[in-house]
T-cell receptor, first 112, second 112 residues
Framework: NAGVTQTPKFRVLKTGQSMTLLCAQDMNHEYMYWYRQDPGMGLRLIHY???????AKGEVPDGYNVSRLKKQNFLLGLESAAPSQTSVYFC???????????FGPGTRLLVL | KQEVTQIPAALSVPEGENLVLNCSFTDSAIYNLQWFRQDPGKGLTSLLL?????REQTSGRLNASLDKSSGRSTLYIAASQPGDSATYLCAVADTNAGKSTFGDGTTLTVKP
């Protein structure tokens, strides 16, 4: 099993550009999460999904959209990137909400 | 709103020492609490998960305790090794949808 994988590993964007971050898991997990990690702010939940076809807002959803068309994939979109979205983005998944979250290796995003 | 605090922010100990990391949270209505390890530039690795009905969990040299009434958890590391050097984060899942709130972490350095 590959576990949780994230694509790309690193990306540089200009302000106003758009991009999609892909998260994939091969563990048949129902729950998937997108977090951002910033110095001094810890990890903050952006959006999450409790199953295929479902999405919900987390703590800091503004400026991001998500989709869970397939159970194994959770996509995070930035429609118009802003410098404030410079961060490290982590995807995580769990089989049920009371079970261990498994994290991907992260995507480093720099918005100029 | 749940708030999670980890003290100290950084800790340096000589190899072989036993140590305790602390995590406190403001809302005791939690679903579970999870301890993670994060190495520099890497994702998070789950160490221990304690359900709200449990008091402690053990894995090897690690022991985590949970006291919901006082809003505290501790991670005990026995006989520390240089390989234990990393940032340790605790995450508290709320009862609504398993959404987790993370602390800022404790950065541990174990000196040979």
């Amino acid at each position: 099993n590959a576990g949780v994988t994230q694509t790309p590993k690193f990306r540089v964007l200009k302000t106003g550009q758009s991009m999609t971050l892909l998260c994939a898991q091969d563990m048949n997990h129902e729950y998937m999460y997108w977090y951002r990690q910033d110095p001094g702010m810890g990890l903050r939940l952006i959006h999450y999904s409790v199953g295929e076809g479902t999405t919900a807002k987390g703590e800091v959803p503004d400026g991001y959209n998500v989709s869970r068309l397939k159970k194994q994939n959770f996509l995070l979109g930035l429609e118009s990137a802003a410098p404030s979205q410079t961060s490290v983005y982590f995807c995580a998944s769990s089989y049920r909400r009371d079970e261990t979250q498994y994290f991907g290796p992260g995507t480093r995003l720099l918005v100029l | 709103k749940q708030e999670v605090t980890q003290i100290p922010a950084a800790l340096s100990v000589p190899e072989g020492e036993n140590l305790v990391l602390n995590c406190s949270f403001t809302d005791s209505a939690i679903y579970n609490l999870q301890w993670f390890r994060q190495d520099p530039g890497k994702g998070l690795t789950s160490l221990l998960l304690i359900q709200s009905s449990q008091r402690e969990q053990t894995s090897g040299r690690l022991n985590a305790s949970l006291d919901k009434s006082s809003g505290r958890s501790t991670l005990y590391i026995a006989a520390s090794q240089p390989g234990d050097s990393a940032t340790y984060l605790c995450a508290v899942a709320d009862t609504n949808a398993g959404k987790s709130t993370f602390g800022d972490g404790t950065t541990l350095t174990v000196k040979p």
